[in-house]
């Protein structure tokens, strides 16, 4: 949802500066609300793919961790896929997993 709102908001001129402003995050959630996203469906997808990257994170140094990354996120996409939201939810909410999960949870340089 985050991610959706951003480039939409991004698109139109003057709201990006609007947006990084603490208070006026709001809009986010407008246009949000405007899309129609399945706020329900958004928490779940969120909550799993922080879970998910709290345990990746965890395994740090391990070398089964790209392996349950991997498989955690298998998991997530069924579930995704087993949900009634729209296509361009379905997308966001994919590179969303991703984004977190494999850019951010997983030590690609194998730092300790």
């Not at 009634?84 to 379905?90: E, G, K, R, T, Y």
Request: hydrophobic letters at 60%.
């Amino acid at each position: 949802m985050d991610v959706g709102t951003s480039a939409i908001a991004g698109r139109v001129s003057g709201v990006i500066d609007k947006v990084s402003v603490p208070q006026n995050r709001l809009l986010k959630l407008v246009i949000a609300w405007l899309l129609g996203t399945p706020f329900d469906h958004a928490l779940l997808i969120w909550g799993y793919t922080i879970l998910s990257a709290f345990v990746v994170n965890a395994l740090r140094g391990n070398h089964f961790q790209l392996i349950i990354a991997a498989s955690l996120m298998r998991s997530g996409l069924f579930v995704l896929l087993l949900l009634p939201v729209p296509m361009w939810f379905l997308i966001v909410s994919t590179f969303f997993m991703i984004k977190v999960m494999f850019s951010f949870a997983v030590d690609h340089y194998g730092n300790n």
